[in-house]
């Protein structure tokens, strides 16, 4: 997922073309610098989950997006170690109440009621009841992390789940273009439709700053993982070990989507990377293949490596 700044919103000028056409091709190779911080609240990512996700992404970014992801590094860091010298506290937790998120998210919840894919999970529900399940599902991941919604947060606790503390933190990076964290990411930010509908739960979030790509993709893989309550109930079917991490490569290569060809997400793309998991169905995500569709752009990325559209590739 991706929040929008609008202070941010660039454009890219219309003569560039050849310019682009040119600067893909010689930049189809990447190589990637991942990050695996651990949180030792939740079950780690073994030597091999680390080696098979990104073997996975190597493969997914060649099927989705033609790139060869040819070099890749991994440096692994406690939490506790790779946030030890941020010294501001989030005061208290976002407190969400009912009919804030009903006024706020308005539209978002409308969309969410009138299409069947999306809202098959709220069914015969109202505008406000759509907003009080949300809060129900925010309040149980809440619970799970032992944290309580708008109380003080002691240690600083919450800002390990935070997507406005990771946002900050991604800012600042200048040295990875891809963050796995084995924790979970709480959107006390934007609230898009699809994490409206996870309980305000993203899965992965984009952010630009000064690494070689100009921006760093994160992916927090606790949702897929976890077979504990509540995602285990969330999830239905369980995934195997295989499936798991290959979900992890498509959140992954979802959020260098957005980082490397500015593209936006979009919901009506069928089985598109670009089109974000529908609550938990992470079984759909396993058909995610290359879309040959047109992509909306976010111009959010203005310094994005792949300017074109996937087409430019074939
Ligand atoms: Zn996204
Ligand atoms: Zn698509």
Not at 76 to 97: P, R, T
Not at 278 to 304: I, R, V
Request: hydrophobic share 40%.
């Amino acid at each position: 997922m991706i929040f929008r700044r609008s202070r941010f919103i660039g454009f890219v000028a219309a003569g560039c073309v050849c310019f682009l056409l040119s600067s893909c091709a010689k930049t189809k190779r990447i190589d990637l610098n991942i990050l695996y911080i651990e949180n030792p609240k939740f079950q780690g990512l073994s030597d091999e989950d680390i080696s098979m996700i990104t073997t996975f992404i190597k493969k997914d970014m060649r099927n989705f997006f033609n790139i060869n992801v040819q070099n890749t590094t991994v440096d692994k860091v406690h939490i506790e170690d790779y946030a030890k010298n941020e010294n501001k506290s989030l005061g208290a937790l976002a407190s969400y109440k009912v009919t804030q998120i009903a006024n706020v998210h308005y539209e978002k919840l409308k969309f969410i009621k009138d299409n069947v894919e999306w809202g098959g999970m709220f069914k015969n529900k109202s505008i406000m009841g759509i907003a009080q399940e949300i809060i129900n599902k925010n309040t149980e991941v809440l619970k799970m992390l032992g944290l309580e919604d708008g109380k003080p947060d002691k240690n600083n606790e919450y800002s390990k789940y935070s997507i406005r503390s990771w946002l900050e933190r991604l800012e600042r990076i200048n040295k990875y273009d891809l963050i796995i964290y084995n924790g979970v990411l709480i959107d006390d930010c934007a609230a898009v439709v699809h994490t409206l509908v996870r309980g305000l739960i993203a899965f992965g979030v984009a952010e630009r700053n000064n690494s070689k790509y100009k921006g760093t993709g994160m992916v927090a893989t606790l949702p897929v993982m976890s077979e504990d309550l509540p995602f285990s109930k969330w999830k239905g079917e369980g995934l195997s070990i295989f499936e798991k991490r290959k979900v992890i490569s498509i959140i992954a290569c979802h959020e260098l989507g957005h980082l490397l060809f500015d593209y936006d997400d979009i919901y009506n793309h069928d089985n598109c990377v670009m089109n974000p998991e529908k609550g938990y169905d992470f079984q759909s995500s396993l058909s995610t293949k290359k879309c040959n569709k047109s992509h909306p752009k976010l111009g959010y990325f203005t310094e994005a490596v792949f300017k074109g559209d996937m087409c430019l590739f074939q």
